[in-house]
T-cell receptor, first 114, second 115 residues
Framework: GAGVSQSPRYKVTKRGQDVALRCDPI?????LYWYRQALGQGPEFLTY????????KSGLPNDRFSAERPEGSISTLTIQRTEQRDSAMYRC????????????FGPGTRLTVL | AQSVAQPEDQVNVAEGNPLTVKCTYS??????LFWYVQYPNRGLQFLLK??????LVKGSYGFEAEFNKSQTSFHLKKPSALVSDSALYFC?????????????FGSGTRLLVRP
């Protein structure tokens, strides 16, 4: 497709369940990023990949959060044993592997944990 | 530590008037600076960036921004606002000495352009 796609767009889950959020980057974009955005705040960095290698996971809040990109294209962000405080918009972005390159964002997945 | 401040939660301007959305940053090295816009129920869209060179950067939809190193600022401007410019605007920074490509975002400024 022409842009970054994310699925599902909306996810409602019960506390304690695991969720998997998917990101499909722009074709040819080697770098892929995950951010979390709380209501009324700017996006907060979680992790990023170059190809399949996870280059920086310093933003993952705890060990319930993990991400993978096994073939260097589609990425999955997994949250285990979800808690209400995990409720947020999760945004994925992709870019060329250049520190000056702008990132292109997907529409996001709105996660609600009941 | 890197940080971005957008001191105004909301900016109100009349259509046709110039607009400014303020942004200041803090990085240990030299910055790459970005502006993004977010429309309701949409993802963030890239507007413009400062990498090096001319301090005045021109971007999409008639927006521009001026990099001021001494004031550590990167204010977004437009000479004549449109109602359709009403949206949420985010400033972001990356320290060029940081090996990570992550962006640090400000908390956003809501721009409201009244007819």
């Amino acid at each position: 497709g022409a842009g970054v796609s994310q699925s599902p767009r909306y996810k409602v889950t019960k506390r304690g369940q695991d969720v998997a959020l998917r990101c499909d980057p722009i074709s040819g974009h080697v770098s892929l990023y995950w951010y979390r955005q709380a209501l009324g705040q700017g996006p907060e960095f979680l992790t990023y990949f170059n190809y399949e290698a996870q280059q920086d996971k310093s933003g993952l809040p705890n060990d319930r959060f993990s991400a993978e990109r096994p073939e260097g294209s589609i990425s999955t962000l997994t949250i285990q044993r979800t808690e209400q405080r995990d409720s947020a918009m999760y945004r994925c972005a992709s870019s060329f592997p250049d520190s000056t390159a702008e990132q292109f964002f997907g529409p996001g997945t709105r996660l609600t944990v009941l | 530590a890197q940080s971005v401040a957008q001191p105004e939660d909301q900016v109100n301007v009349a259509e046709g008037n110039p607009l400014t959305v303020k942004c200041t940053y803090s990085v240990s090295g030299n910055p790459y600076l970005f502006w993004y816009v977010q429309y309701p129920n949409r993802g963030l869209q890239f507007l413009l960036k400062y990498i090096t060179g001319d301090n005045l950067v021109k971007g999409s939809y008639g927006f521009e921004a001026e990099f001021n190193k001494s004031q550590t600022s990167f204010h977004l401007k437009k000479p004549s606002a449109l109602v359709s410019d009403s949206a949420l605007y985010f400033c972001a920074v990356r320290d060029r000495m940081d090996s990570s490509y992550k962006l640090i975002f400000g908390s956003g400024t809501r721009l409201l352009v009244r007819p």
